[in-house]
């Protein structure tokens, strides 16, 4: 019945590290403006949004709401 108990169980730093840094990539690769011959001229990509404000976004928001819903269910499961 240990709520804090229970996010520390389910915090794995290097397993977020590793998400945080996927999203990243994948924001990279999907949010860049499509320009075609861009690379051929060695053009930096120009990106819709940040892909780090996409990672940070993640890490500080989604991620302990999702843990914050599983301890929610956990504990309403063991009662």
Do not use: C, W
Not at 36 to 52: D, F, H, L, Q, T
Not at 53 to 76: C, E, F, H
């Amino acid at each position: 019945q240990d709520g804090a108990q229970l996010m520390q169980l389910l915090t794995y730093e290097t397993v977020e590290r590793a998400i945080e840094h996927r999203v990243e990539t994948k924001a990279k690769i999907f949010g860049q403006e499509v320009n075609i011959g861009a690379e051929a001229k060695g053009m930096a990509p120009v990106y819709k949004i940040r892909p780090s404000l996409v990672a940070g976004l993640y890490s500080n928001r989604i991620m302990p709401l999702t843990k914050d819903v599983q301890v929610a269910y956990l504990l309403r499961r063991l009662d």
